[in-house]
């Protein structure tokens, strides 16, 4: 397998919140989007803070199926 | 030019889904059997009697049914839940709700959707399915002791060496289907490159790799490392990229009209998605390329040399870089191929190809092509919300940005790859959609529809309404294609009426609703029904779609 070289682009304006009508300057889109993120922030820190991810891991092998 | 003497058949879809599921808090490993009968005694479905049946398209026996121990103590709660036959695939429940039905496979709640003809009553059945599960996962857990919890997730690896399905079913002609299984390789190599790319589109990522395959960080595709042969049957070892179970669910129309008799094709590739778009894409753009392969519109040119080896190889490089060597002796990247497999399927649009066989094909088109440019123009924050690889390497990156001492090989960050997938509110993919960042395709009318009614344009129509009008008592069994019932209405020895299904697109509300709404006994509902099916000779062509 090869790898190509990745071409020079921009990146579309486009939406920063995929429900989000955007409309607005860039800067406005940018706040938009990193309102998003730091809610899901708080599910990543709730996530980690209340438990334990090894045993969680351990706890989560499963049978394969199909 | 379309070959108007093949035959076709609307590319109906339904989806048979497993799910991970434990108990975290439970000493051991393995606790799967328990999470997965717990959940299944939660959710209601028909027949109730526990009985032993043998399905004659598997060759299986299964048992009928999973129900909850009448005590309610939690010490008990270990034996509540256990007992019956342990085969393989038991305690099938169909649900009166929406037609669709639940069972536990290889210690695994299955999810199977009701059957639909669009991609995006597939991706809204297939949210409201999650919703009944994780109603039984929250009833199961409120009956488990302090500190054990039911854990419910929708991907398809535990990051352990072991894989669970996320299995989709398509109407097709008998005839294409003979196509691509047993007649015609490169129909086969065809099927299984367009496969191999989609992943770009499909592919709900993962941590690491497994089965042997070459460590990586991340990488696109869960279900990636698993497949290990172009085409076979199997499902449990050495899958194959393209399924060839010959499982039709239709009945004595197996063997009528020769290659126009409906067949399904079971399709194992694809990962568990939970993203709005990734979940349309993945039906609808297999429509699309179902439809074109059944009007023998197969490009040769879009064959992979090695599509077993593209797809790890496009899976463990979520840069897109990657190319693989086309039988042509041409390279392309996932996307590059993608391009060419919709530049195909916009020429046979023109041409009126997908008209009555693929509802709003002409959005899916335009949802693939809109997806593809933004992979091209490697759009990621625009992609985030979109599809739900890109979402979770976000993530990933995100956490670990914020928390330095996290690397790829971190426990919290493998963690972090399964909780995103979590039915439990708190999954990071619901975090993100209740927060406005994720994508919204699907209106969510239409969800909660599914989660108590069934689609009007299938048989399952037919089947919760069946259900629904008769008493649970009289439902003896149930298959995809038939009903059957021991009707006690007065006489001394019940009587037995079955009610055949063969037609997936048969049976429809729009066919039989002057029927249900008429008083009368139940058997007279039957007598009906069966002179129904009498006036619609098996040989009818099936009815087209708008």
């Known amino acids: 397998m090869r790898e190509r070289e990745r071409q020079d682009y921009r990146p579309p304006a486009g939406e920063g919140g ?49 | 030019m379309i070959d108007l003497s093949i035959p076709r058949l609307p590319k109906l879809a339904g ?56 005590g309610d103590s939690a010490d008990d709660i270990e034996s509540s839940y256990t007992g019956g036959w342990n085969s393989q695939d038991w305690g099938r429940k169909y649900l009166p709700t929406n037609g669709g039905c639940a069972y536990i496979d290889l210690d695994h709640l299955e999810l199977c959707l009701p059957e639909v003809l669009s991609a995006w009553d597939h991706a809204a059945a297939w949210h409201a399915m999650l919703r009944i599960a994780r109603e039984a996962m929250d009833s199961a857990n409120a009956r488990l002791p302090e500190g054990r919890a039911i854990q419910v997730l929708v991907n398809n690896s535990d990051g352990q060496g072991h894989s669970y399905g ?25 099927l299984a490159s367009f496969q191999a790319s989609s992943i770009v589109c499909t592919g709900q990522g993962k941590v690491g790799s497994e089965n042997g395959a070459p460590d990586v960080p991340f990488q696109i595709s869960q279900r990636a490392d698993y497949f290990e042969t172009l085409v076979g049957p199997q499902t449990t070892f050495e899958r194959p990229l393209v399924n060839s179970r010959d499982e039709h669910l239709c009945g004595t129309l197996r063997w009528s009209r020769g290659g126009a008799a409906p067949a399904r094709l079971h399709v194992i590739f694809f990962d568990n998605t939970l993203a709005h778009r990734s979940c349309v894409l993945k039906v609808g753009i297999m429509q699309l390329a179902l439809a074109m392969m059944e009007a023998e ?31 042509t002796g041409a390279d392309a ?42 992979l091209r123009a490697a759009d990621w924050m625009g992609l985030a919300p979109k599809l739900d690889w890109v979402m979770k390497l976000m993530i990933l990156k995100r956490a670990m940005g914020q928390r330095p001492s996290l690397t790829w090989d971190s426990p919290e960050i493998r963690h972090l790859d ?33 989660c108590s009614e069934p689609p009007a344009d299938s048989r ?57 709404e008429k008083d009368g006994r139940f058997t007279d509902l039957l007598d009906a029904i069966e002179a129904a099916a009498a006036g619609t000779s098996a040989t009818q062509r099936p009815q087209t779609v708008n």
């Open chain 2, 297 to 327: 519109r197969v490009n040769p040119t879009l064959i992979l040399d090695d599509a077993l080896a593209a797809v790890g190889a496009y899976s463990r490089d979520p840069t897109l870089r990657t190319s693989a060597r086309l039988a």
């Open chain 2, 333 to 374: 990247t996932a996307v590059e191929l993608q391009f060419m497999f919709l530049e195909e399927a916009r020429r046979f649009a023109a041409e009126g190809g997908f008209d009555g066989f693929v509802p709003r094909a002409a959005e899916i088109l335009d949802l693939w092509e809109d997806t593809l440019e933004r």
């Open chain 2, 460 to 516: 399952a129509w037919a089947r919760a309404m069946l259900l629904r009008k008769a008493d649970p008592d009289w439902v003896d069994s149930v298959d995809w294609d038939s009903i059957s019932f021991r009707v006690r209405d007065g006489g001394y020895w019940p009587s037995r009426r079955n009610v055949d299904m063969e037609n997936p697109l048969g049976m429809t509300e729009a066919e039989l609703v002057p029927l249900f």
């Open chain 2, 15 to 70: 989806a048979d889904i497993e799910l991970g599921n434990f108990v975290l808090g439970m000493p051991g490993p393995d606790t799967g059997a328990l999470a997965s009968r717990a959940l299944l005694a939660e959710i209601d479905g028909l027949p109730r009697a526990r009985r032993v049946s043998y399905t004659p398209y598997s060759g299986n026996w299964s048992s009928h049914n999973c129900w909850r121990s009448k």
């Open chain 2, 166 to 190: 996320s299995h989709l079913n398509f109407l097709v002609t008998r005839r294409a289907w003979e196509n691509v299984i047993r007649r015609k390789p490169h129909y086969l190599a065809w």
């Open chain 2, 418 to 450: 399964k909780i995103y997938a979590s039915l439990d509110p708190s999954g990071l993919y619901w975090a993100y959609e209740r927060s406005g960042f994720a994508e919204r395709l699907l209106d969510e009318a239409r969800i909660r529809h599914f």
């Open chain 1, 18 to 66: 995929g429900g989000a009508s955007g409309g607005g300057g860039l800067d406005r889109l940018r706040e938009q989007a990193n309102r998003f993120l730091e809610a899901g922030d708080e599910a990543i820190n709730r996530a980690l803070a209340n438990s334990d991810s090894e045993a969680f891991l351990r706890a989560s092998r499963q049978q394969g199926g199909e």
